[in-house]
């Protein structure tokens, strides 16, 4: 079979789409023949090479894909073959060695987040993104951009009859992520304002869609008028480029001094400053990535003085993800899809993320699929 992988970590040329062998399911994982995979920022900074990351090489990344069952291990009995199914990523296990140094999808370290970390505390047993061994395929394990992957059958969530594969193969990554975050991280209520960052990528514009359908007041940012009408056609009540003013100073004024409840903030130093300047008093910010840079200024005096909350979020569990899937699956929420490519053009999709070229996701399709 043909997979995308690179030998070693670097700029796009290190990217191949090459022949390699078939993997054989374990007893507890499934074989699917993929039909639609999609890219996130993840895969750039995997590519590219993460502190802290120990990769096997040859490497294939990729966080998402969608398709049919074609065999499954001797354990396996939620699915069958011709069963038409999407990854969830997130792997929770308690003997995966990740610390999750890049700021990306980190794991974790045993902490429930009460406070008890370090290992010293059994992790929340009903939360496996809190598992020591918490870890992503794609990113910490071989990844699904290739013809067939081989996965664990606990991380595949049915895909109904009637949805289209570029849809079922890029929804559940950036919908679970965004559904954690503002669900049940920041705990969204309806009639609240919330500030979404970089609302043209994956995350993104499955958080505008998320808070307007939670019956918030979405304020948007993007880099030109034609991402921000995307994100208006979205659900985002107002939009703002922050090429042209300051975001903070712009949410100032829309909301009379007051600030917004809640900031969706996966862009890291380039806005950290600026999205704490525009939350309320007791405003939460909540965050998932850091693709700018994972070390801004604490800002210390205004998180304590205006009382304000700094929520870490990761990928989703099962339960969560399925949920907001079940959105995607009736149309209630979807990914709008910026380019569909070959899979062996994946280096030409690597530079639409890079860049920052268009609206919502990309999709790679085998070559065989074409």
């Known amino acids: 079979m043909k997979a995308v992988q690179f030998t070693t970590h670097g700029d796009r040329d290190v990217i191949e789409y090459t022949e390699v062998p078939t993997p054989d399911p374990d007893r507890d994982e499934a074989l699917v023949d993929v039909k639609a995979a999609a890219l996130n920022h993840l895969d750039v900074w995997t590519r590219r090479g ?27 009995t939620r699915f069958e073959p011709g069963d038409r199914v999407a990854l969830l990523a997130g792997v929770g296990s308690h003997g995966f060695d990740g610390d999750g140094a890049d700021g990306t999808s980190d794991g974790d370290d045993g902490s429930d987040g009460d406070g008890a970390g370090g290992g010293s505390a059994s992790p929340r047993r009903d939360d496996p993104t809190l598992t020591p061994g918490f870890h992503v395929i794609g990113e910490h394990t071989p990844g699904v951009h290739a013809e067939y992957a081989a996965v664990p059958a606990a991380n595949l969530a049915p895909v109904p009859e009637g949805v289209e594969w570029d849809v079922a193969g890029s929804a559940a ?57 995307h994100a208006a056609a979205c659900g985002a009540d107002h939009a703002i480029d922050y090429t042209a003013e300051s975001f903070p100073d712009r ?31 007791g405003g939460r910010l909540v965050t998932c990535g850091a693709t700018t840079g994972g070390n801004p200024d604490a800002d210390l005096r205004r998180v304590f003085w205006n009382q304000l909350s700094v929520i870490g979020s990761t990928m989703a569990t099962p339960e969560q993800a399925e949920t907001v ?14 380019e569909r490519l070959p899979m062996s053009d994946a280096a030409r999709a690597h530079e639409l993320i890079e860049d920052r070229e268009g609206f919502g996701k990309v999709v790679v399709i085998p070559d065989s699929e074409l």
């Open 173 to 229: 990554l950036v919908f679970g992520t965004a559904w954690r975050m503002l669900t049940h991280r920041a705990d969204v209520a309806p009639g609240e304002h919330v500030l979404v960052h970089g609302a043209s990528g994956g995350v993104g514009h499955a958080a505008v869609q998320i808070a307007a359908h939670a019956g918030c007041e979405v304020y948007a940012t993007a880099s030109s008028p034609e991402k921000l009408d």
């Open 50 to 76: 993460l502190p802290g990351l120990d990769l096997d090489l040859p490497h294939t990344p990729g966080s998402d894909m969608a398709g049919v069952v074609e065999a499954v291990g001797a354990d396996v």
């Open 251 to 281: 949410i100032a004024a829309m909301t009379d001094g007051r600030g917004v409840d809640v900031v969706v903030d996966h862009v890291g130093e380039a806005t950290y400053e600026g999205s704490l300047r525009s939350l309320r008093k």
């Open 325 to 338: 899937l079940d959105l995607v699956w009736d149309g209630t929420v979807e990914p709008r899809i910026r």
